[in-house]
């Protein structure tokens, strides 16, 4: 399998713009996670999906952001309009439940700069 | 609801010399933990994990951990540290009833001295 895969790896747009981030999780994986890593907030959890069902989004920071999964191979993050407090590294991960294996694979992440 | 605390922040080590880093967790019933590992610029990379049974498990990369309910810790252990060790290093735990999510600790950063 490929792993967790998202794109784009790299992403710099200007204030007041929308961010789309992607995420294709491991084939078979029924949970999806989404994070934001900064240097002074660390690792955030900012949502997560079981079976493309959102189960917990207390962690997404405004109305700003949102998330959908339309289906089992696929998951978005979506911040309208961006701000320059945005920037940082957001990982998708995904894990299953079945079999009692709860660790969660990572993406590479997507570094995210808002200027 | 489930907690991690990483004591340490930043360790510096020596190549060669042994390494222990702390984990300390808040659960009422048996947690699962895990440890990852995230080099520069990387994701993060399964270490190793505990779910039930010997308390002292082995991971990738040389690197075990040990179970130890009545302290409530999950430390991890490396005898000899490699230049290619330095990353960031997180403890995280989870419980069934949480689903398949994790608490994840707030890092410790190992830097080796060659």
């Known amino acids: 399998d490929a792993g967790v895969i998202q794109s784009p790896r790299h992403e710099v747009t200007e204030m007041g713009q929308e961010v789309t981030l992607r995420c294709k999780p491991i084939?078979?994986?029924?949970?999806l996670f989404w994070y934001r890593q900064t240097m002074m907030r660390g690792l955030e959890l900012l949502i997560y999906f079981n079976n493309n069902v959102p189960i917990d989004d207390s962690g997404m920071p405004e109305d700003r952001f949102s998330a959908k999964m339309p289906n089992a191979s696929f998951s978005t993050l979506k911040i309208q309009p961006s701000e320059p407090r945005d920037s940082a590294v957001y990982f998708c991960?995904?894990?299953?439940?079945?079999?009692?294996?709860?660790?969660?694979?990572f993406g590479p992440g997507t570094r995210l700069t808002v200027t | 609801a489930q907690s991690v605390t990483q004591p340490d922040i930043h360790i510096t080590v020596s190549e060669g010399a042994s390494l222990e880093l702390r984990c300390n967790y808040s659960?009422?019933?048996?947690?699962?933990l895990f440890w990852y590992v995230q080099s520069p610029g990387q994701g993060l990379q399964l270490l190793l994990k505990?779910?039930?049974?010997?308390?002292l498990v082995q991971g990738i990369k040389g690197f075990e951990a040990e179970f130890k309910r009545s302290q409530s810790s999950f430390n991890l252990r490396k005898p000899s540290v490699h230049w290619s060790d330095a990353a960031e290093y997180f403890c995280d735990v989870g419980a069934r009833a949480a689903g398949n999510k994790l608490t994840f600790g707030g890092g410790t950063r190992v830097l080796v001295k060659p």
């Open positions: 505990y779910f039930s049974g010997d308390t």
């Open positions: 991960a995904s894990s299953s439940a079945r079999g009692l294996q709860y660790e969660q694979y």
């Open positions: 084939s078979g994986h029924d949970y």
């Open positions: 659960y009422g019933a048996t947690p699962y």
